[in-house]
């Protein structure tokens, strides 16, 4: 594991020697080995204040109104970004448009965040699954585009076959909050036996909730008894 990740680092530096860091937004040298310029990851739209529990923007920390009332299927989120322009470009950019470099920059801002945040590391990443249909058309799954790196950085076992997408559901974005939750229902079935008791879910955008939250209800029910989100960005309700 430590070689594999020396290596990695290896090839991360000469990658960084021969291509310096270019801003993706408005192409000015990058800063800090990162595809963005200092005033453009500035102004990029920080989640500086969020619910606790599903990581909603909020006025101050805390917990949302929602999450006391009706406490999601898992037990805390965590995204250091808002679901915002000029964020909503590379999102889309990664994740329907192929563009892999926005891809790197998301997965480098989420570890950063998590390296700075989180005090107690999981068991085991699990990174949302595409439907084989989903995953032809697109290519790749910008989620465990985004595990993979994070879980080298953070040392913790990636188990990307750990639950499939049995059932191919419409994009969660063109449907209303009540219809994404019917969308994804029963859409996750477990391959294989769960042994770890802390999970995190990873995910490019956390919107209504209903995907993480399904995926969680699944890993409960399989035994797991702390389970986070870690995503990119939270969009606004």
Avoid at 109 to 119: N, W
Avoid at 136 to 143: F, I, K, L, P, V
Avoid at 173 to 188: I, P
């Amino acid at each position: 594991m430590h070689r594999k990740r020396w290596v990695d680092d290896c090839i991360d530096s000469i990658q960084r020697w021969l291509y310096p860091p270019t801003c993706l937004l408005c192409g000015a040298p990058g800063t800090d080995d990162l595809d963005l310029c200092p005033g453009c990851l500035r102004a990029l739209p920080w989640n500086l204040s969020a619910c606790r529990s599903c990581a909603a923007p909020l006025a101050l920390p805390g917990t949302c109104g929602q999450c006391l009332n009706h406490p999601p299927a898992f037990d805390a989120a965590l995204t250091p970004l808002l679901y915002r322009p000029p964020l909503d470009w590379l999102v889309q950019g990664f994740k329907f448009n192929r563009r892999l470099a926005p891809g790197r920059l998301l997965g480098e801002l989420l570890a950063r965040h998590v390296e700075r945040e989180v005090t107690s590391l999981p068991e085991l990443i699990v990174p949302v699954p595409l439907h084989p249909a989903r995953l032809r058309e697109r290519g790749y799954n910008q989620a465990l585009e985004l595990a993979r790196p994070l879980s080298r950085r953070v040392g913790v076992p990636l188990a990307p076959g750990l639950v499939r997408r049995s059932r191919a559901t419409a994009t969660q974005s063109l449907l209303a909050a009540d219809e994404r939750r019917r969308n994804v229902r029963g859409a996750f079935q477990l391959v294989q036996p769960l042994q770890a008791r802390h999970v995190v879910i990873v995910d490019d955008v956390i919107a209504t909730g209903s995907t993480v939250g399904e995926l969680a209800r699944v890993l409960r029910r399989a035994g797991a008894q702390r389970i986070e989100v870690w995503a990119v960005a939270r969009a606004g309700r």
